[in-house]
């Protein structure tokens, strides 16, 4: 199977030549927080396969709804005829949000170009085409497609493609790592929003919206930063009449503790991206939801005025109806408090590890945590490729760990009780002593 996988699969986020010394694992199935392969050895889901699973694999509430959905309707195109699960998705999303109108794609990456050419096109249909510029944080990561790629700031993944994308202009990020002697993680905040207004007071004008990773920049590392930045860039994107859009690809769900991360700031964004934990891990899709206002700039009998933008699988209705499962999960049980406590046990199961010498940075909101490893920490040399060794380690270990650089960080699915969280935080500190003990 590995040979044949070689042979014909090109695996993302991967040198494909790494698989020589580590080839790719094989699964078999899955179920709840652990993958099996073939030999009947399980791993746990230590990242919940990218950050899309949220209750566990091969959930049966989700399966149900996927299984009667098969049974109904497989697909249909959207344009021109729509159906039960994209109706009552929008719905419930619309109720959550208070963003009325509900916009489909497949990938998060799909998502932020809609967002992009939504917010771009609402400033031409308003009379003001200059405004077609974005801004993003440094650090943000908003997908890989070219249009994708201007707002994400993540070297390794856009220098390669350099001339292919327009670039956007970035901002100081809010990233409470940052912090100068004596600064809180609300000193920075202030002090990166003092970045964005300088920025905004000279380019406002050409300037269409600011795309941000509510509360968490996830690809950066697990950069965590205060709410006030969110309330800060709210009033000035207010201010300077910019759309603010709020990419919760990865911190939606519950994820950082509340059910959307900017609802942690009070504040309401004119974009709302979803997608990973949208269909509980199931399927793709993704969603942008926007407002009254930009909605109603497009209504008109000029069809060029219309948001013509599509994907053949628009609206999916077996991806909706994961997704409409995955929201029923959340009114059938308090998934938010059940994790407050979870995420509880995982901070005791995490303890050793948090206080191990060679960790720095030990952070955690709602269901992520994250440490910054010194792997000089006892004087040694920088170990090349740490990320890649240490998920070697985690996997030997029973965890799947991916580290990003030297930043491990555990974001594991809400099905984890006590047995689980100590194989976990298990796994991950022998994985970061088996990683040094290399040095
Ligand atoms: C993963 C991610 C994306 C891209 O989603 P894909 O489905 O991988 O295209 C965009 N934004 C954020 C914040 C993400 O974490």
Redesign the pocket.
Known sequence: MIQRSLRHVWHPCTQMKLHESQPPVPIARAEGVWLYDFEGKRYLDGISS??VNLFGHNHPHIKAALLDQLDRLDHVMLAGFTHQPVVELSERLAALTGLGHAFYGS??????EIALKMSAHYWRNTGRPEKCRFIGLAGG?????VG?LAVTDIAIFREAYAPLVRLAATVPSPDVRGALDGESAADVARRAAAGLQSWLAQHHAQTAALIL?PMVQ??AGMAMYDASYLREARALCDRYEVHLIA?E???GFGRTGTMFAHQQAGIKPDFI?L??GLTGGTL?L?AVLTTDTVYDAFYDDDVARGFLHSHSYTGNPLACRAALATLELFVQTNVLARNAELAQLLDQAFAPLTRHPSVRNARRLGMIWAWDIDETASGAAPLPHFAHRYARHALAHGVVLRPIGNTLYAMPPYAMDAETAAHLAHGALAALEATLAEI
């Open positions: 990218w950050w990938d998060g990456a799909s998502a932020t990561y908003h997908g890989e497609t994708a990773e996830c690809a990419d690809i990865a911190t991206c997608s990973k793709p993704s």
